[in-house]
């Protein structure tokens, strides 16, 4: 009697499919990307993690700093009875995948004082750089052509749970209500933050979430752009040599 494929989900079952036919035709294994373009993922820390859970389950061997270093260690015919079943599943494979946004991370956020902001600042990632939510983990089903991601630099927000490394899902506006958490732009000072917006009689309040830190003024409002309203924030995962 066939052993189940020992705890393999269906990306991980397209990934082996497309290592070995590429493997195949080629002689050499897939980069990162091509893995992610074959498999329908954009991002490339995604696909990584995939692998990673490869590695651990000993279907592949990877030199992790080494382009193209990948090699199957199961057996082919192991690799064929994977195929055959992911091309069975092929359109739950796809229906899944569209339950997912994938969000374009445009760059740095200061949740600390205010800094210059480099010209670089909304280009710094990878033009094709993304994070990946399942719509289910949002507050409301945003639209995702609304959101983008910014990693966060700083603590002054830590009491709101966000740490320096964290990325924020924000939601593309130029308005917001008194309590929201914003990122804006101070035009005068070419500057750029992370704070809680509070609209005051004659300035705006920005608020930092750190008992250590004091709010900052605004007294021109003009000055001023919101650029967008925090939806949700992924934390970063910190990982420790074994």
Excluded at 35 to 43: D, L, W
Excluded at 122 to 138: C, G, K, Q, T
Excluded at 170 to 186: C, D, H, I, R, T
Aim: proline share 5%; glycine share 4%; net charge neutral.
């Amino acid at each position: 009697m066939a052993r189940k494929s020992e705890g393999l989900g269906k990306r991980h079952k397209m990934i082996m499919q497309f290592l070995g036919q590429f493997q195949t035709e080629n002689g050499y294994s897939p980069s990162i990307r091509e893995i992610g373009e074959a498999i329908g993922v954009k991002s490339t820390s995604l696909v990584d993690y995939y692998l990673k859970q490869l590695v651990k389950k000993d279907y592949i061997s990877r030199e992790q700093h080494i382009s193209r270093s990948i090699c199957i260690k199961k057996p082919l015919e192991a690799a064929r009875q994977v195929a055959t079943r992911v091309t069975e599943n092929i359109s739950q494979v796809r229906s899944a995948i569209d339950e997912l946004f994938s969000i374009p991370v445009l760059g740095r956020i200061v949740a600390s004082e205010p800094i210059p902001m480099p010209s670089s600042d909304v280009s710094y990632f990878d033009p094709e750089s993304s994070v990946e939510i399942a719509r289910s983990l949002l507050p409301t089903r945003e639209q995702a052509e609304e959101l983008f991601a910014l990693e966060v630099q700083g603590d002054s927000m830590i009491d709101a749970m966000i740490n320096d490394g964290d990325l924020v899902i924000m939601k593309s506006s130029n308005q917001a209500e008194n309590g929201e958490m914003v990122a804006v732009w101070l035009d005068d000072k070419d500057e750029t933050t992370l704070k809680y917006f509070y609209k005051e009689p004659n300035r705006i309040r920005l608020q930092p979430a750190n008992p250590s830190m004091g709010p900052i003024y605004v007294e021109n409002p003009a000055s001023l752009r919101i650029m967008g309203k925090v939806v949700m924030v992924i934390r970063k995962i910190k990982s420790y040599a074994a």
